[in-house]
């Protein structure tokens, strides 16, 4: 089993997902009451130094945020 780690920037709060397959969700919302309170959904920051991964999931990951740079810069 595999662990993803996530802090988010707004509340500190850490988040520890299990993944089990070899494709998972990447988490947007920070689930910490405090930004349930404010009515925030954070803003979740992955830590692939902490996170314990297979090779290939991180090749997947950091594709996927190469993928989403571009993305945004299209948009903005
Ligand atoms: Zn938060």
């Given amino acids: 089993m595999q662990v993803a780690v996530y802090t988010c920037e707004d509340c500190g709060f850490e988040i520890y997902q299990e993944v089990t ?28 130094r902490a996170s314990k991964f297979l090779k290939f999931q991180e090749v997947r990951i950091l594709l996927w945020f190469t993928h989403l740079n571009v993305y945004s810069r299209r948009v903005v």
């Fill in 21 to 48: 397959a070899r494709v998972f969700m990447l988490l947007f919302e920070c689930p910490s009451k405090r930004c349930a309170t404010n009515r925030s959904k954070g803003n979740l920051v992955l830590q692939l």
